[in-house]
T-cell receptor, first 112, second 114 residues
Framework: GAGVSQSPSNKVTEKGKDVELRCDPISGHTALYWYRQSLGQGLEFLIYFQGNSAPDKSGLPSDRFSAERTGGSVSTLTIQRTQQEDSAVYLC??????????FGNGTRLTVT | GENVEQHPSTLSVQEGDSAVIKCTYSDSASNYFPWYKQELGKRPQLIIDIRSNVGEKKDQRIAVTLNKTAKHFSLHITETQPEDSAVYFCAASGGGTSYGKLTFGQGTILTVHP
């Protein structure tokens, strides 16, 4: 079946603009995660959604970052007033309960 | 919070040799330890994982060992091949409802020379 799909694959934006990144998880997966990978670095947890529970936002670096998951499926990560330090690859992953994560190909965000 | 340290940052081996990557973690409550392989420009892919109720797990040329007392775990790749060249990440989480809330190591760039 289809894997985790993310769009856009690349996004270039000017400093101060808002951006929205989209994630379509694997159908039926109840858990959805957002991670950030800066150049040459490991992955940094941002936020996760599990079923109908309130999301765990403990990894969001500032209040400029937010995410929502509509209908238990598609998720959107929004970054407001982007800064150059927000430049990174944003990875989405999904899983079925306590099972391994399946990552998408990511969105490469460049803030100029 | 959890902190995961990974060593070495780079590893170069000859084809056919073994490669070992080591990680330590700080939170004794962590009980799930996956390893991901990431090729250049591609998504991380799970290659093996281990839960805290076992000390070792093997899958063909890949094995992971876990020492909960010492809070460290290691990835072993035997008979390395050029296609094993990639960045490898270890990670840890507390399991349960936070199964996928992973803390990653900084990665090891593995290069296998033909």
């Amino acid at each position: 079946g289809a894997g985790v799909s993310q769009s856009p694959s690349n996004k270039v934006t000017e400093k101060g603009k808002d951006v929205e990144l989209r994630c379509d998880p694997i159908s039926g997966h109840t858990a959805l995660y957002w991670y950030r990978q800066s150049l040459g670095q490991g992955l940094e947890f941002l936020i996760y959604f599990q079923g109908n529970s309130a999301p765990d936002k403990s990894g969001l670096p500032s209040d400029r970052f937010s995410a929502e998951r509509t209908g238990g499926s598609v998720s959107t990560l929004t970054i407001q007033r982007t800064q150059q330090e927000d430049s990174a690859v944003y990875l989405c992953a999904s899983s079925l309960g306590a099972s391994p994560l399946h990552f998408g190909n990511g969105t490469r965000l460049t803030v100029t | 919070g959890e902190n995961v340290e990974q060593h070495p940052s780079t590893l170069s081996v000859q084809e056919g040799d073994s490669a070992v990557i080591k990680c330590t973690y700080s939170d004794s409550a962590s009980n799930y330890f996956p390893w991901y392989k990431q090729e250049l420009g591609k998504r991380p892919q799970l290659i093996i994982d281990i839960r805290s109720n076992v000390g070792e797990k093997k899958d063909q040329r890949i094995a992971v060992t876990l020492n909960k007392t010492a809070k460290h775990f290691s990835l072993h790749i035997t008979e390395t091949q050029p296609e094993d060249s990639a960045v490898y990440f270890c990670a840890a989480s507390g399991g349960g409802t936070s199964y996928g809330k992973l803390t990653f190591g900084q990665g090891t760039i593995l290069t296998v020379h033909p």
